[in-house]
């Protein structure tokens, strides 16, 4: 099967059952970031990856590493970390340092993929209502954790996350799953599994499936993240 190759964003994307399956989930190359192909990237269960020098590559693996919100049980490790009290949390206070953090190497992932361009663009589509950030501070008023995604409907596509103190970014996703309860945002997309996403509790579904969540809840009406509820002590 032959590998696509993006014109202007007008003439959108391939299907996603079009990727390739070795490198799995490869679907294109080429085009841009621009937050209107963004947009429809994302609509259509495709997402962006690729290293500094590389061409933009445009990603739809097989199976889909996903969480589902209402099965999500925080380690009871973290549970006690929380209920000493010394994270507080906000929504969309500082989106572009969330992602600035996130390009940080990191011990179970390569940062280097979130490039100037990842960040202005995504920005942008945070400007617009569509990206968001969870940050995690200390008592001193630090950042020290934290995570960007995507919502379209009720649905959010987790990007990267980050942490400068132990178990802050897991003390972010939780914050995450616990908004996506009370909104009624039953799946979170992880993308590609790794170690660390499966430590969280993710789960692996075939495409199919992911695509089926993406016609039921990608275009229902998003939450108000201008208003989101206080973090509980689980």
Not at 96 to 124: H, L
Not at 165 to 190: H, N
Not at 206 to 226: I, Q
């Amino acid at each position: 099967m032959p590998l696509y190759r993006l014109g202007p964003v007008e003439y959108g994307f391939p299907p996603a059952e079009a990727a390739l399956e070795e490198p799995n989930g490869l679907l294109a190359v080429g085009g841009d970031l621009t937050p209107e192909r963004l947009r429809l990237a994302y609509r259509h269960g495709i997402f962006p990856w690729f290293n500094a020098d590389d061409p933009i590559c445009w990603w739809s693996p097989d199976p889909r590493c996903v969480f589902l919100s209402a099965d999500f049980q925080p380690s009871r490790s973290l549970v006690k970390r929380l209920r000493q009290g010394t994270f507080r949390f906000s929504v969309d206070r500082c989106f572009s340092r969330v992602m600035e953090a996130c390009a940080a190497p990191r011990a179970y992932a390569d940062g280097t993929w979130i490039q100037p361009d990842f960040i202005k663009n995504y920005t942008a589509l945070h400007e617009q209502g569509l990206a968001h950030s969870i940050e995690v501070w200390n008592p001193s008023g630090e950042l020290v954790g934290g995570l960007y995604g995507i919502n379209l409907g009720r649905l959010f596509f987790g990007e990267s996350m980050f942490s400068r103190e132990t178990d802050a970014s897991k003390a972010a996703f939780t914050y995450l799953m616990q908004l996506c309860r009370a909104w009624d945002i039953p799946l979170v997309d992880g993308q590609v599994e790794n170690e660390h996403l499966i430590s969280l509790g993710a789960i692996l579904i075939p495409r199919r499936e992911f695509l089926g969540w993406l016609e039921r809840h990608a275009d229902l009406p998003a939450p108000d993240w201008r208003a989101p509820p206080p973090f509980s002590t689980p």
